[in-house]
DNA sequence: TGAAAAACAGTGGTATACCACTAGAGCTAT
DNA sequence: ATAGCTCTAGTGGTATACCACTGTTTTTCA
């Protein structure tokens, strides 16, 4: 593929310099992303957040408050996509994230591979998080659910009725004759599902579905 | 599409009138399949096996085991499909008629769709189970697994490797750079996964692999 | 009753899965 | 030692899913 593609601009605020270190190795070979911001400090990274596409954003700074700050920036740099990168594995951290607008949430041990596709993923405009985020979430959201309060997200009615036919082996196709609506509509509420459910792919979705007891 | 294709030619034994009456009016308007056949009795019907592609087999004729006619049946005249079309959803009777060689096992209750469905699968050389016997083998598989006999389809290590790759959202290629072998071979060892599971596509792979308890 | 949410539908792609078929290499148990 | 698996790999195609993007109509409910 040869195409001249603008690079993925990343930004990085971490309080250790080996997490940064580790990073900055890892994105090293890779010609879709590039490092251009790496501090320590907020006040190191701030006058260059308007370059970013992405920044990988630790919870705790030793000054302030890594969910206060991605609330902040995101309001600042609305189309800054911000992945929370941090060795908090709690729900509470990552719910807390989530709702003040990060995109993505990995634990610091994470794969190369992972963290270049959670950086890709983002800069598209899709949530992700990372493997073991995810079964946290999904298990947080089993036991919550009997305490009426649960993470599982809110599917509309449509939406769940087309989940079940994907579970049960229909195409789009299928599903579009059997509802008697076009194969583009039942693509978007496919598509909805998907992002909703942080899924990759139909293997995600069915697997997510099934663990939220959807299915 | 415009094709002069051979229609499925199928036959059908029950010792009902109403069921051989159901079935064909259920394929009358179908343009892939025709029904050359139909019998209450099996002397009526085994002069003309050597013509049909596929057989729907019912197990309680009054004088004669289905069983043991599937397991003839399928000696004399290998190439014939065989679909079970029953009203016994038993565990013992689905498992008896798979191991004699039945191609499908569907319940008597079976939609016009899935039918036609069935019939097309096997034809085709898959197998085709209804959804609910697919949920009772199922069901049955996890149970006795506890038993140390289990009707679970026996996955070759590979096999598992690659399933447990693909819930993981990952695609053939990403399969294939993860285990240094190539796309063709993730392929086969998918559409393997695929036979044994008795799945459809992706989606039914995921559900049935989650519900075996291999996930 | 008016705004928001949900459902519907399209265009125009690209990526991936699905499928039938063949076949060699290596291992493995009677 | 040989028949039968398992794993590997290919060809060449078709079907389906994936995706961004835009927009209209319908329903819901505050």
Redesign the interface.
């Known amino acids: 593929m040869i195409s001249v593609k603008q690079k993925i601009k990343v930004g990085i605020l971490d309080d250790h310099h080996i997490v940064i270190q580790g990073v900055l190795s890892s994105l090293a070979n890779n010609n879709s992303i590039s490092v251009v911001s790496a501090a320590t400090a907020k006040e190191y990274i701030e006058p260059e957040l308007h370059l970013l596409d992405v920044i990988l954003l630790d919870i705790n700074l030793n000054d302030v408050d890594g969910v206060d700050l991605c609330k902040k920036y995101k309001s600042e740099f609305p189309n800054l996509k911000i992945i929370c990168l941090t060795s908090f594995l709690q729900v509470s951290f990552i719910k807390a994230m989530l709702r003040n607008g990060a995109d993505g949430y990995l634990f610091k041990n994470v794969a190369t591979d992972e963290l270049i596709e959670a950086i890709e993923t983002t800069y598209k405009g899709k949530r992700y998080l990372g493997?073991e985020v995810n079964e946290l979430l999904i298990k947080d959201g089993m036991e919550t659910n009997k305490n009426r309060r649960s993470f599982i997200p809110k599917l509309t009615r449509r939406e769940k009725e087309i989940l079940a036919l994907?579970?049960?082996?229909m195409?789009n196709q299928q599903i579009a004759e059997k509802l008697f609506i076009s194969l583009s509509t039942v693509e978007t509420h496919r598509m909805n599902l998907s992002a909703k459910l942080g899924?990759?792919?139909?293997?995600?979705?069915?697997?997510i579905a099934?663990?939220f007891g959807l299915?």
Do not use: F, Y
């Not at 994907?166 to 082996?169: A, K, R, S, V």
């Not at 899924?199 to 697997?207: D, F, L, Q, S």
């Open positions: 493997k994907i579970i049960d082996e195409t899924a990759k792919n139909t293997a995600g979705m069915v697997r099934i663990k299915a």
